[in-house]
């Protein structure tokens, strides 16, 4: 059932089409019934003249004045939809249903947001422009820069040898990206006269990362050691060292520039103290089989491990001390990433699920979503946390919207937050007021 945001026409599901009732008289509208049969959920675009109604895997739009079809349906859901809502400006459609994957449409062209297919095969890395607009894709043998809402390619493909990782500078101005035989290579993401420069390890590289000032690049891989380069010059700083001979699989750094923390294959999570790079910390518990996953959140006071067996734990950095054991994923976890304010995880595993948990709270916060056809190797939130970017072994990029910001958007629309047998309805996990500057529900 909706109402439009005029408030002088209801629609109602019977089952098999969408009837529609006029306010406040009762009567049957004209047209009176519209959609197709099967049809489980509805929703009014803001206009108020247009509905979209949901059958089986697809969406469609449908005018309300004529009762006619307005262009092609929505597709790609892999299992039956359930749920539909609009933006408040009507520019993009959100459906969700059995295969627990939130979908962003942009009404326009029918096409979802951020949905970029990778024809490179084998995807290894992906990151996130800080204007939001771009995205790196690190796949089989090279690196491209794509449009981060059409997929259209807009720098490269640049070849690499195997494996790749990839990383903007915090200005956007430069890409960093390294493979599997040692190489790093530091290039600026527009076209210029500029030549790349190539920096080396002399070992398999897996994860690499800027310091927040944008001064330093950080590489780690095989040999279990960070290595740093002034970015102005290019010249070595400095190696971040520790006693564990195992490979590191990860690599994150402080937002604040405080700390780097490094992810080993068969070990603990390694501290390093910045500028300077000495080791203060070494994070584990008894049992650890390895790290495999890393990020801090953006206050830099807390850091996310993914591990072999499955878990994921949120540290305390100055306390050592575990704040959070988030259990959901059957295997390896391969990625986490911070939305910007902190207030949401997501983590992605071999099991082709992500998983978004409310870290304060230790907390899933929805259902896992499934459907990306392979192991999650990449996550990166859109800059303003309305997006998640899943990147899975297969190729492919896909943009998800965020269930927090929607559950956000639906009590700034009431003016206070969700009731409790609202937030049973409608979400999942333990109650929680998602709007603190609006008053409770008074049931």
Known sequence: MAVNSSGNLLATVDGDFVRLWDLPSGRPHQPARIGMRNVDAVAFAPDGRTIATASWKDAQLWDTATGRVVGVPFTGSTDYLLALAFSPDGRHLVTGGADHVPRIFDVAVRQPVGHVVVDTGYLYDLAVAPTGRTLAVAASGQVSVRDRSTGKLLAGPWPTAGGTTVAYSPDGSLLAFADSRGAVRLRPVAATSE????????????????????????????????????????????????????????????????????????????LWKLPGGRLISSLSRAGDKGSTAVAFAPDGRHLAQGTSEGAVRVWDVRSGAVTCVLKGHKSWVRSAAFTPTGSLLATGADDGSVQLWDPAA?????????????????????????????????????????????????????????????????????????CPQWPAATK
């Open 195 to 270: 030549a790349a420069r190539d920096l080396h390890t002399g070992f398999d590289v897996y994860a690499i990362a800027f310091s927040p000032d944008g001064r330093t690049l950080l590489a780690a891989g095989f040999d279990g050691v960070v290595h740093s380069w002034d970015v102005a010059t290019g010249r070595p700083d400095p190696d971040l060292k520790s006693r564990d001979d195992h490979g590191i699989s990860n690599l994150a750094v402080d937002p604040t520039g405080r700390y780097v923390a490094g992810a080993y294959l068969d070990g603990p999570l390694k």
């Open 362 to 434: 230790c907390t899933l916060v929805g259902a896992p979503m499934s459907g990306f056809g392979d192991s999650i190797n990449a996550l990166a939130f859109a800059p303003d946390g309305q997006e998640l970017l899943v990147g899975s072994r297969n190729g492919t990029v896909r943009g998800v919207a965020v269930p927090d910001q929607w559950l956000r958007q639906a009590c700034e629309l009431a003016r206070r937050n969700l009731s409790r047998s609202e937030w049973a309805q409608y979400a999942v996990g333990a109650y929680r007021r998602t």
